[in-house]
């Protein structure tokens, strides 16, 4: 199975001057658990969920400072839609990484988290023991 088959085709992205408070409130309301972070649309970096709250660990005020710059992940780890299910599991173990963006030339057209790969291996299992899915 490739990754473009299980991606999730909706990304959310924002500027790198992006204050982490509006990325948090947007995040929030997309109910997404990254933003894709760009400087002139081009991907350099990606700000998760857990992220966001080692931020909210500082101050009030150093807080309400941040930028997506300042508590991104880059460079990025990016998989190719051709990519199979193994290789983007391996990819995650490797890095670490549990949302990555999905890229094909130079367009960003999804991301693969590690809850997409949960619900593919479940489904998988079920299928393999004939238990009828959806």
């Known amino acids: 199975m490739r990754v473009k088959e299980f991606m999730t085709s909706v990304i959310v992205t924002a500027d790198a001057a992006t204050p982490v408070v509006e990325a948090a409130k947007i995040m929030a309301v997309e109910d997404v658990g990254s933003v894709i972070v760009t400087k ?7 700000v998760t969920q857990k992220d966001i709250i080692a931020a909210q ?11 997506l710059e300042d508590i991104m992940s880059s460079p990025v780890v990016t998989i190719s839609p051709d990519a199979d299910l193994g290789q983007a599991i ?17 367009d960003i057209i999804g991301i693969v988290t590690s809850t997409d790969v949960l619900r593919v291996v479940a489904t998988l299992k079920l299928f393999a023991k004939g238990v009828p899915t959806a």
């Open 40 to 46: 002139n649309d081009v991907l350099v970096g990606l």
């Open 90 to 106: 391996a990819l995650m173990h490797q890095t670490g990484k549990r949302h990555i963006p999905v890229i094909e030339g130079d």
């Open 57 to 67: 660990l500082m101050s009030e005020g150093v807080y309400h400072r941040l930028t």
